[in-house]
Structures are given as structure tokens and as C-alpha cells.
């Protein structure tokens, strides 16, 4: 690597990395950060790296600007705000030559740190926070406006526009925005005092998130299960998942909460919820819940990651056989076992797919971002209901947790619900005998009555053997008959999910097979490698089971990749399985540290792969 | 679990019940269980209460788990809806069909090993939750369907038929239950209708959870000497102090009226339920002194059966989450959907 000698001008495009301590809330400096950008219109990322810890370990954030929405994890970092004095050697060397380090100059800096292709900026936050603040708390979290302040500064930021995010945030506490005002001036106007502004990297307002919003896929989750009309979730709490069911909560106490009159002169009037969250014991309990609201003709969901869904196996089984709707987020995180709970990985396709004993196969949906989580997450209950079985939405740790611009979601007053073919007492009343497994409709699917409906449409649920009647049966035809019905209706799905987005550019012999979170790095890479002179053709896989345009996809390509975080490809196996294709007819790109995919990695690997 | 059709022999006129329905109403396949199981008794006994109780069978919702005893509720109520779940399960699915639908009666039937064992997690916290359900365990002691093996209700010095004596110290779920805050609690033998039958319909009309423990010998694995849950050993000691009678709501108010010695405790429906005889100092209320009683008994070998306790005043799962009235599950899409223009406005959160 060069050094920089004569640094060019960029706008609106570079990454920075902030190094903090975890617990001594510098959360809230990151985002701030991270929100002005977005407010002044640029496409942002940011990426929160952080430890399974509450307090005092490591912990990162990576803010990646780039005005043509390239907004995937970067590699390279032009600034590292360097405020964790345990991980400074590291993160002074991961700052590329020609860069910059903030740092907090209240303590010297080792000499053998140093570094002659960089620029060291301090400044004395501590000391400046000591002075300024008398509670310790506050001298601690001042810090983090503080260097936010100096951030501002360094990549011109708006001044004012920060100002008012503070205002906004403190509304109701004066005291806290006062103080978080004088912290954010004491760092931009030591910064602009000390160094020239901006850097030259450096932000310029535009116009390409105007209709956007910033929000973590956990809480667009909770909003598309609040706007499908779930009535009833069960769940355990984990990590990286919780956020959903806390966002879920939050939301039905604003809109599905009401006061309903006192039914007699003088008594108090009573508080209605038109939801019921179980906060359950264990996430066995959890799809218990579920499947017992799903078979009382209720929407009803969960949320988990991987422990979760292991535990889960034989109530999916079980809801898979007696055909039972249920929706289930799975916000992935690294396995096995209990991993590395705070890091992002795609590792439980295969566990998803094929989850529970005998031969099982599950619907699946695939998001990219929390708009995606938001649409799906109301396909999803479609999709359940209308196949009367376990959905599965696949979001990760990456999407679920972190802040991603995305357009602003709508909904559409005309949305009716596919609630499936469920029989009324009046289509009861019209039949002769009901029959819970027979007369499948063209999706395979037979029509199911809920507990409550008349006698006529009474029947006795088992997880046992049964006939097309619902009744026990040992029989080996009588048994084919409803589980090679239920295989036709898996696949009779693939026509439904999410159909997978395909990009072609002229001429391209390289295919890139990818889904969920991959999505940003991917579509860079395919940029990347066009200016490098290959020409790729992109194709995001966003439902299971495959729609053909996958196998047909693969054929088209001599160089066909498909491109995951986990180690043991497998969404490259499953398509192998579903579709039959030689699975070396494919070539894996994997990513499964636990950091979100670069564009880079995937650029590198295929080069690789094609010079060999 | 085969469902072969019961034989309809005519008889003699049946009896019906309010909803003009006869006992035959109220029954379901035939039960495929061992002659002489005492969780066919059970089956009766429950069949019995929901038609004396005029029960909707349409309105019923009967749970199990998995093993001999999970098998029964096909064997009740045929035009009840169903759902024989997996082993344990029972209590966590129950606890979500109560929650989306509120109207219905929820039975639930399970085993000791369903119970005790594989699904103790789930009865413990269906019990915390207070979901308005019955529970009932049939309990023999042994895991029936996998033939025989000890449960975890077997009592210490109780010998299988194979294997060897057993040493580790049984759960018992009256216990359990007191300790865990239950409001219902009641003990009884699969042998004895006479008692089961009303506590079964008091559980009905219960404002929670209703554990009924009922001891059901398992003729081909645990009938035997040194058995504990023998129908020998309970003719022998069993101890039937604390009798119960119930009122249901519609019947004469004057029925309520209760005698000297006597005790009633009104339902949240408005039922009665009067213990008839109580031992003295006895509190059906009280939750130490039912554990004190129950406790002295089992040192001295002797079970106690009956409505041992009552708590009539805690609210139920659907009163602690405010619930609406009706069931949830028929909310329509207009009310649960808050549509476009909120999700507009909600939109500006997130700039
Ligand atoms: C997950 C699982 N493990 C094991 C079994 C096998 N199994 C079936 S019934 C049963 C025990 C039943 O005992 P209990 O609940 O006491 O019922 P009983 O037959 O005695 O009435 C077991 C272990 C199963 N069905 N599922
Ligand atoms: S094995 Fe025992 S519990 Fe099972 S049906 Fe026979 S007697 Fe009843
Ligand atoms: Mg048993």
C-alpha cells in the first residue's frame, strides 16, 4: 500500500470505525452520528460490532457512507475514533494508510503506537468532561457527545441539524439537552480550533433518503406481525431476537390497547388489550403457545434464534403434520450451540428447512433488510395460513439489530388477509360430512373448521398416523396418502413465496447466487467486478421452496457461486437437493465469522475462482 | 389409536340434560385401553360431569399429551374439538388456545410421565399463568405406554413389576401445586365417581387452572403388591375427609345455604361449592394448613383425597392480560389492523 500524500477530496464516500467500551453509552453518540447523515439525505450504514456482555468489554460500530447506496460492512476505515484505550493497538492498525485516528489526548498516547501513514487527532475529552460536568455518570457519557462533536466537525456534518436532533430527543428533559449541547460544542469547537474542516473525506447534503426511514429489522418485524393482525405470540427471550417481541409489545399497548366504559354507573372503567403476549417458559412452551392459538383460528407468532428453533423441532414436526398455521421469526445468530450470540451468521437454512423428525419440509421466507422484514413478515401469515402450516421468516443478527435506510413502509386499506379455507358453521351447514384432510384445493390444501365451530365440524387432531378422514390409521396407503399430499403442497408454495430478485447484465457467463443480509455486498461486488471487466449476473433467493427460476438460473451460468454466511454451504446444498443439479455445479462464497459480508470478500473469491 | 365406533344399543329411554341432550351424546369412540384401566373410569366420570353440566359439546376443547392416558379424551365428548398433542406439550398448547379463545371449556387429560416429567415445566407454569382450564392427571405411578417403566409419582419402596425398588423421592403435584399458588387442588381415584364427578364439575366452573390428581391404577403394570397406586392400596388407604358437594349457578339459591360446620365458597360463575365434611380445623382455603394435613397423611401412609383446596379470589390469565370479553381470535381484521394512515404517522418515528 501507497501512502496518501496528496489526499483527493471524497464526498459521501468512506467508512469510519468508533472503538468504545461496552455499557458506557456511547450507543446513543454512534447513532446520532449515524442519524444526521441520514437526515442530511446520504445513504448510510452503520453496524454495531458488540460483545455478549452488559458492561465493560470491547465493542464497535462502523459507519459506512456512500452516496450510490453501497452501504455493505466496509473493510477499509479513513477514521477510527479510537476511546478504548484496551483495543488501541488494534484498532490504530486497522485504519488504512493515509487515514485518521481520533483519540482522547487526557491520557498520552504510547510512543510504539504510533504510526507515520496515519494522522493522530486528539483531543481531552476526559479532561474537558471533567471540567465542564460534576456528576461522575455524566462525565462518563458526556464523553461520547463529546467526540460526537469532534465527529461533526471532521466530516461536516450540519452543526444545526445535530442540534436539533438533541432537541428532539431531550424534549422533555432540558437538563439532559443542555448538558448534551455543551458536550457536543466542546468537542466541535476544540476540533475545528485544532485541525482543518473538514477532513477530506467528508459528507455533502443530498436528496436520496428523503422517503426513507432508519430502522433495525426487529422492530419492522413487530410491525408487519401488528399490521398482519397477530393476536397472539408466545416467546422466551434471546438474543439477537428479544427486540422483536419488545417492539412488538410496545406497539399493541399504542394500538391495540382501549378503555372500555364502566358497565355500571360509578365502577371504574376497564382497560382492554386485543392482544395476548405470552412470555413463556422455555421456547418449547413458546411453539406450544402458538400452535394452540394457530388451531384456534388465531394469527399468532414467535420470535427466536437457533437455540430456539432446536428446541422447537418436534412441536414444528407436529404442526407440519396436523397442519397447523404458526409463524416463526428466527433472527440468526452464529452457532453451534450457543455461539457467539452477539454476531450474525445464515447458519440454520438446513435446520429450518427440514426442521423436526420423519420427512419434514417447511415453508421458508428470506429477508433482506427491515423492509423486507416488515413485507414478509405479513406474506408470512399469509403463507401460513393459506398452507396451513409453520412459516419460518429467516432474518440475522445484521438486519434484526442494526439501523438500515430503507424506504419508508406503506400499507395498502385494501389488504385482505388470506386466511386459508377455514368453514363456517353456514358451510357446515351445507355439508353432508366434514372431514378434516380431504377435498384438497388446488394448492393441496383441505379446508379446517376451529375449535368452537359446530359439531359437524369437530375433529380430533393427532400427531399419530391418520387418514384423509382425520382418523388414527396404521395403514401404509391410507399414511401415503396424506404425507404425499402434504409434499405437493410444500411444493405447490414455491409459486407463492417471495420470487427471487434477478439482475442480468448482457452477456455475463458468472452467476451470483445469494440471499438474506448478503444482499448490499453482493450487489457492490457485482459493480466491483463489472469495472474490473466481469460481468455477473445477480440472482437473490428470497422463499423456500425454490421457485424454478433458481435451478434455471444456475444453468445459465457456467460460473454459477452462491454466496452465504455460514461454513457448510448450505444454500447451495439445499439447491442441489430441491432442484437435483450437481451441487459442484455451483461454487460457494462463505462468510462466517460472525461480521457481516463485504462486497470485498466476495470480489476477492471470485477472482480467485476464476483464475484458477 | 383406533376409533372404532361404539355399538348404539337401544335401552330404555335416556335422561337429558338441560340442552336436551342424553349421556350417548356426551361419549366418544371406543376405548382401546387395557379391561379394568382406571383411566376408562375417568373417561365416565368426565363424560358424566360436561352432560350433567349441560355442557355445548361444540364447546368443549379437550387437550392431551401423549401416553395411555392421553389416549381418552377420543374416548369422550365425539362432538368436542380435539387435540392430542406430544408427550408433555399438553399444557403449553392449552395455555395458547385459552388465550385466542376464551369461550370455550378447555379438559385437559395427561399421564404422570406427560406430567411429572417430560411437561413438569409447562404444568408449573400453566399453574403461575392461571389458565381457565381443567387439568387432569391420570396417575398410575408408571408410563403405561412404554410399558411400565417407574414415573416420577412413584412413591419410595414402590417395586415394579421388573426392575428394581425404587429410592428417589416421588413429586407430588398437590404439593407442587400449593407451592406454586394454585387455586384449585383436589385429589381423587379413578375408582370412586361418587367424588370425582363433582369435583370435576367445580373445576369446570373454576376461574383458573383446576389440578385434579386422580390416582388410576394401571391394571397390566401397577396393580400389583407393593404398589402404591393399586386399587387394593387405595381401598386401604385412602382418607376421604374433605367432601365437597357443587351447586351449579342455576340451581335454587336456597341449596346454598350451609349448615353449621359447614363451608361454602361461591364460584366466579355464581356456583357454589359446600364442603360437606371437613376434618376439624380443616381449611380448604388455607394454604398452609392443606399442606400440614396433606403432609401428616402421607407420612403415615394414607392418601387424601377430595377438594383439598380452593382460592377462589385470584384472577385468571385473561384478567391479568385485560382480554376482551370474547374471544381474540374473533377480533375482526379492521379492529387488529391499524392501516395505512397510522402507519403514515408512525412513519415520521423513524427519520
Ligand atoms: C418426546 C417423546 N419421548 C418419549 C415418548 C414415549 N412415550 C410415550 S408415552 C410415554 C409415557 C407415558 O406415561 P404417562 O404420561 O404416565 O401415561 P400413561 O401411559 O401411564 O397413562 C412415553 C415416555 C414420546 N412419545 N415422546
Ligand atoms: S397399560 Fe396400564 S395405563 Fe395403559 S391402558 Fe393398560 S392398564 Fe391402562
Ligand atoms: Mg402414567
Redesign the interface.
Same mark, same amino acid.
Request: net charge positive; charged share 10%; proline share 8%.
Given at each position: 500500500m501507497t501512502i496518501d500524500v496528496t489526499p483527493q477530496v471524497r464526498v459521501n464516500d468512506f467508512a469510519i470505525k468508533l472503538a468504545n467500551v461496552n455499557g458506557t453509552g456511547s450507543a446513543s453518540a454512534n447513532g446520532l452520528i449515524m442519524q444526521a447523515i441520514f437526515r442530511m439525505g446520504i445513504p448510510v450504514s452503520g453496524k454495531n460490532l458488540f460483545p455478549s456482555n452488559i458492561q465493560g468489554l470491547p465493542t464497535w460500530y462502523e459507519i459506512r457512507v456512500n452516496a450510490q447506496g453501497h452501504t455493505a460492512r466496509a473493510t477499509e476505515y479513513d477514521l477510527m475514533v479510537a476511546m478504548n484505550g484496551q483495543t488501541y493497538r488494534d484498532d490504530i492498525e486497522a485504519v488504512r494508510s493515509g487515514g485518521y485516528v481520533l483519540y482522547d489526548s487526557s491520557w498520552p498516547l504510547d510512543a510504539d503506537l504510533a504510526r507515520d501513514d496515519v494522522t493522530f487527532l486528539g483531543a481531552p475529552y476526559a479532561s474537558m468532561c471533567l471540567e465542564a460536568f460534576a456528576k461522575p455518570r455524566e462525565r462518563i457519557l458526556m464523553k461520547n457527545i463529546a467526540y460526537a462533536g469532534s465527529i461533526v466537525a471532521l466530516l461536516g456534518i450540519d452543526l444545526e441539524l445535530v442540534r436539533g436532533l438533541l432537541a428532539e430527543t431531550f424534549s422533555r428533559n432540558p437538563a439532559l439537552r443542555d448538558s448534551n449541547e455543551l458536550a457536543l460544542r466542546l468537542g466541535y469547537d476544540y476540533t475545528t480550533a485544532n485541525v482543518a474542516c473538514p477532513l477530506p473525506f467528508r459528507v455533502a447534503p443530498m436528496d436520496a433518503t428523503t422517503d426513507s426511514i432508519l430502522i433495525d429489522g426487529n422492530t419492522a418485524t413487530a410491525l408487519g406481525a401488528l399490521w398482519a393482525g397477530a393476536t397472539v405470540s408466545g416467546w422466551y427471550p434471546i438474543t439477537p431476537a428479544t427486540g422483536v417481541m419488545d417492539n412488538f409489545t410496545k406497539l399493541c399497548a399504542t394500538y391495540r390497547r382501549h378503555t372500555e366504559p364502566a358497565s355500571e354507573p360509578g365502577g371504574e372503567p376497564t382497560v382492554v388489550n386485543d392482544y395476548a403476549i405470552i412470555q413463556a417458559e422455555d421456547e418449547i412452551a413458546a411453539i406450544g403457545i402458538v400452535l394452540g392459538a394457530g388451531w384456534s383460528g388465531a394469527r399468532s407468532f414467535t420470535s427466536t434464534s437457533g437455540p430456539g428453533i432446536s428446541l422447537m423441532n418436534e412441536l414444528l414436526g407436529l404442526a407440519y403434520y396436523t397442519e397447523i398455521p404458526a409463524v416463526i421469526v428466527d433472527v440468526q445468530r452464529t452457532g453451534p450451540s450457543t455461539g457467539m450470540p452477539t454476531r450474525t451468521q445464515q447458519a440454520d437454512l438446513m435446520l429450518c428447512a427440514y426442521a423436526s423428525h420423519g420427512d419434514t419440509r417447511h415453508i421458508l421466507t428470506f429477508p433482506a433488510n427491515p423492509a423486507e422484514c416488515f413485507e414478509f413478515m405479513v406474506r408470512s401469515f399469509d403463507l401460513a395460513e393459506h398452507f396451513q402450516t409453520p412459516v419460518m421468516m429467516l432474518s440475522d443478527l445484521d438486519i434484526g439489530m442494526n439501523d438500515w435506510v430503507v424506504p419508508a413502509f406503506t400499507w395498502d386499506d385494501n389488504f385482505v388477509p388470506d386466511r386459508g379455507p377455514v368453514l363456517s358453521n353456514e358451510d357446515l351447514a351445507q355439508m353432508k360430512e366434514f372431514f378434516r384432510y380431504s377435498n384438497p384445493n388446488a394448492d393441496f390444501v383441505t379446508a379446517r373448521t376451529v375449535p368452537g365451530s359446530a359439531e359437524k365440524g369437530a375433529y380430533f387432531i393427532r400427531g399419530s398416523g391418520h387418514d384423509k378422514l382425520g382418523h388414527y390409521t396404521e395403514d401404509p396407503d391410507k399414511y401415503l396418502e396424506v404425507v404425499d399430499r402434504l409434499k405437493r403442497k410444500h411444493a405447490a408454495a414455491a409459486a407463492h413465496v417471495p420470487a427471487p430478485i434477478i439482475e442480468t447484465r448482457p452477456g455475463a457467463e458468472v452467476g451470483l447466487i445469494t440471499l438474506g443480509s448478503c444482499d448490499l455486498a453482493v450487489r457492490e461486488a457485482v459493480d466491483l467486478l463489472g469495472q474490473a471487466g466481469i460481468a455477473a449476473d445477480y440472482l437473490r433467493v428470497r422463499g423456500f421452496p425454490f421457485a424454478d427460476a433458481v435451478a434455471d438460473f444456475v444453468r445459465a451460468h457456467p460460473h454459477t457461486f452462491v454466496i452465504e454466511q455460514n461454513r457448510d454451504a448450505q444454500l447451495r446444498s439445499m439447491i442441489s437437493i430441491e432442484t437435483g443439479l450437481p451441487i459442484l455445479s455451483m461454487r460457494p462464497i462463505l462468510a462466517y465469522g460472525g461480521f457481516p459480508l463485504s462486497a470485498e470478500h466476495v470480489v476477492t473469491a471470485v477472482r480467485e475462482e476464476l483464475e484458477n | 389409536? =383406533?376409533?372404532i365406533v361404539k355399538p348404539l344399543i337401544p335401552l330404555a329411554p335416556l335422561a337429558r340434560n338441560d340442552l336436551g341432550l342424553t349421556i350417548r351424546d356426551y361419549e366418544g369412540a371406543m376405548s382401546t385401553l387395557c379391561a379394568g384401566c382406571g383411566h376408562d373410569s375417568i373417561t365416565a366420570a368426565i363424560t358424566h360431569a360436561l352432560w350433567e353440566l349441560s355442557t355445548p =359439546? @361444540?364447546?368443549i376443547?379437550k387437550l392431551s399429551g401423549?401416553g395411555c392416558s392421553s389416549k381418552t =379424551? *377420543?374416548y369422550f365428548v $365425539? /362432538?368436542? @374439538?380435539? !387435540?392430542?398433542?406430544?408427550h408433555g $406439550?399438553m399444557?403449553?398448547? +392449552?395455555? /395458547?388456545?385459552? +388465550?385466542?379463545?376464551r369461550? &370455550?371449556t378447555y379438559i385437559g387429560v395427561s399421564g404422570d410421565g406427560d406430567s411429572l416429567s417430560i411437561g413438569l /415445566?409447562?404444568l +408449573? @407454569?400453566a399453574i403461575r $399463568?392461571a389458565v381457565k382450564m381443567v387439568y387432569i392427571i391420570e396417575n398410575n405411578g408408571v408410563y403405561g405406554l412404554t410399558k411400565g417403566q417407574l414415573s416420577a409419582s412413584a412413591d419410595v419402596g414402590t417395586r415394579p413389576k421388573k426392575g428394581e425398588t425404587n429410592v428417589v423421592a416421588p413429586i407430588d403435584p398437590i404439593l407442587l401445586g400449593l407451592s406454586l399458588g394454585a387455586t384449585f387442588l383436589a385429589r381423587s381415584f379413578s375408582g370412586d365417581k361418587e367424588q370425582l364427578i363433582p369435583i370435576l364439575k367445580a373445576a369446570v366452573a373454576h376461574n383458573g387452572l383446576a389440578l385434579i390428581d386422580v390416582i388410576s391404577p394401571c391394571v397390566t403394570f401397577n396393580d400389583h403388591e407393593g404398589s402404591t397406586k393399586s386399587y387394593r392400596f387405595m381401598r386401604e388407604h385412602e382418607v376421604k375427609e374433605v367432601v365437597a358437594d357443587f351447586i351449579p349457578e342455576r340451581e335454587e339459591i336456597s341449596a346454598r345455604l350451609s349448615g353449621g360446620g359447614r363451608r361454602s365458597v361461591t364460584m366466579h360463575d355464581g356456583s357454589v361449592i359446600t364442603f360437606r365434611s371437613v376434618p376439624e380445623g380443616y381449611d380448604p382455603t388455607d394454604r398452609m394448613a392443606v399442606e400440614a394435613y396433606v403432609r401428616e397423611h402421607q407420612s403415615a401412609g394414607e392418601v387424601v383425597t377430595g377438594l383439598l383446596y380452593l382460592d377462589e379470589t385470584k384472577p385468571s390469565?385473561h384478567q391479568v392480560?385485560? *382480554?376482551?370479553p370474547s +374471544?381474540?381470535?374473533r377480533?375482526t !381484521?379492521d *379492529?387488529?389492523? =391499524?392501516?395505512?394512515a397510522? &402507519?403514515?404517522e408512525?412513519?415520521a418515528d !423513524?427519520?
Open positions: - | 389409536m =383406533p376409533s =359439546p @361444540h364447546m376443547a401423549i =379424551p *377420543t $365425539r /362432538g368436542a @374439538h380435539g !387435540f392430542n398433542s406430544a $406439550r399444557a403449553a398448547i +392449552a395455555t /395458547g388456545a385459552a +388465550a385466542a379463545n369461550e &370455550l /415445566g409447562h +408449573a @407454569h $399463568r390469565m392480560n385485560h *382480554t376482551p +374471544a381474540l381470535n377480533l !381484521f *379492529t387488529v389492523c =391499524p392501516g395505512s397510522a &402507519l403514515a408512525l412513519m !423513524f427519520r
